[in-house]
Nanobody, 123 residues
Framework: QVQLVESGGGLVQAGGSLRLSCAVS????????MGWFRQAPGKEREFVGT????????DYAGSVKGRFIINRDNAKNTVFLQMDNLKPEDTAVYYC????????????????WGQGTQVTVSS
């Protein structure tokens, strides 16, 4: 069974940075494309970004492009979300997700999910 565990969330002031990590166990990490999603209170879960199984291709939501970067370390079975220039509207629970091979932007394409980590950006 593939398990995902996020960490690194917290409270930060607007303009600050956070780096989220997602550790994956129970599967062959390099077989999985990884996605990051977020859900704010009262809103639907939304796509943040994705990275291919090799790390060679990334894609981002327009709202985070230029501020967030996803990378992965296949030797450590971990994917990262570097978030810079954070804004109050980035406040949400952030989830990582895994699917085999091909990246996707739709949440329902992903097979495995972490429990989420809270990110709160104060103004």
């Amino acid at each position: 069974q593939v398990q995902l565990v996020e960490s690194g969330g917290g409270l930060v002031q607007a303009g600050g940075s956070l780096r989220l990590s997602c550790a994956v166990s129970g599967g062959t990490f390099s077989n999985y494309a990884m996605g990051w999603f977020r859900q704010a209170p009262g809103k639907e879960r939304e796509f943040v970004g994705t990275i291919s199984w090799s790390g060679g291709t990334t894609d981002y939501a327009g709202s985070v492009k230029g501020r967030f970067i996803i990378n992965r370390d296949n030797a450590k079975n971990t994917v990262f979300l570097q978030m810079d220039n954070l804004k109050p509207e980035d406040t949400a629970v952030y989830y990582c997700a895994a699917k085999r091979f091909i990246s996707a932007v739709k949440a329902d394409a992903y097979d495995y999910w972490g429990q989420g980590t809270q990110v709160t950006v104060s103004s």
